[in-house]
């Protein structure tokens, strides 16, 4: 029986891995050493899917994916938002109070100063948080620790010195579902999310008549980000996420202006709010 395969960033027991394993717990999960290397996994046929992080709410945007996805020729399908906990592994034996040192990914270890500063511990970067524990699990040495998933521990035989040690308890990722093949979400048919890029024209307040249509026509845009592309000061392009379908009249209308006033624009994907999205919403609307 053949398996279908999703492919992600980093090594067995990153969050990444969690987050294939909670959307797609049928699907085999193929690890890649680099967003190149999954994108190209899913755009040459080897994986069908690809789960990859694109925002975190504590870190900000993954850089790097809003560089890679225009250009990668796929289309995101789907969202998942997934709660972001991390653990201080150590080999069989350690102890909290044996621990000096603590290897994780900058971000990991960015998100849990607390507990480094009050155990004084000397904190290294490494590549990504689930090599970190592979780290510390060979050189077996009860000194050093590793900040990084509950899985990654247990695929690692290492011990949970202390648990759910972020700083924040709101830290969440969102990941987006990428495909090689487009498949929009149908409209009328529950909240979906559309993402697209953009370039403007070189226009005076060319940016601000673009996004006109979608103030007016009563679009929510829930994201707006800009970098710059070709190594040009220059050249900027925009990727967003609104809260519409492209055949529904608002957007339908919104997207027209702004195409009056790009010099290109693509859409990226239309597919389901996951759950997470309207929660957020809701409690934001009544204060919590």
Not at 258 to 269: D, R, T
Request: contains cysteine.
């Amino acid at each position: 029986m053949t398996v279908n395969k999703i492919a992600y960033q980093g090594e067995p027991g990153a969050n990444s891995h969690i987050a294939c394993s909670n959307v797609y717990p049928e699907w085999e999960s193929l690890p890649c050493a680099t967003f190149e290397d999954a994108l190209a996994a899913i755009a040459d046929g080897t994986a069908e899917l690809g789960m990859i992080p694109i925002e975190n709410s504590i870190a900000g945007r993954v850089a790097d994916i809003h560089h890679l996805l225009p250009g990668s020729g796929l289309y995101i399908v789907g969202e998942y938002f997934l709660p972001i906990h991390f653990q201080l592994l150590g080999v069989k034996g350690a102890k909290l109070n044996t621990v000096t040192s603590v290897y994780s990914h900058v971000h990991a270890l960015g998100q849990c100063r607390k507990i480094i500063r009050a155990h004084g511990l000397a904190a290294h970067v490494t590549g990504d948080t689930a090599g970190s524990a592979r780290e510390v699990a060979e050189w077996a040495d009860p000194a050093r620790a590793a900040i990084a998933t509950r899985l990654a521990a247990d695929i690692h035989n290492l011990d949970v010195l202390a648990s759910d040690i972020e700083d924040e308890p709101h830290n969440t990722t969102r990941f987006v579902v990428l495909s090689k093949i487009p498949q929009w979400a149908k409209a009328a048919n529950g909240p979906v999310v559309t993402s697209f890029v953009f370039r403007v024209r070189n226009v005076p307040a060319a940016l601000y008549k673009a996004l006109g249509g979608f103030a007016t026509n009563g679009v929510n845009m829930t994201k707006l980000e800009s970098y710059m592309v070709e190594g040009e000061f220059t050249a900027t392009q925009f990727l967003a996420d609104v809260e519409a379908h492209p055949d529904e009249p608002a957007l339908s209308r919104a997207l027209e202006e702004l195409a009056f006033f790009c010099k290109e624009w693509k859409i990226l994907g239309v597919y389901p709010a996951h759950p997470y999205r309207i929660e957020s919403q809701t409690r934001e609307r009544i204060g919590q």
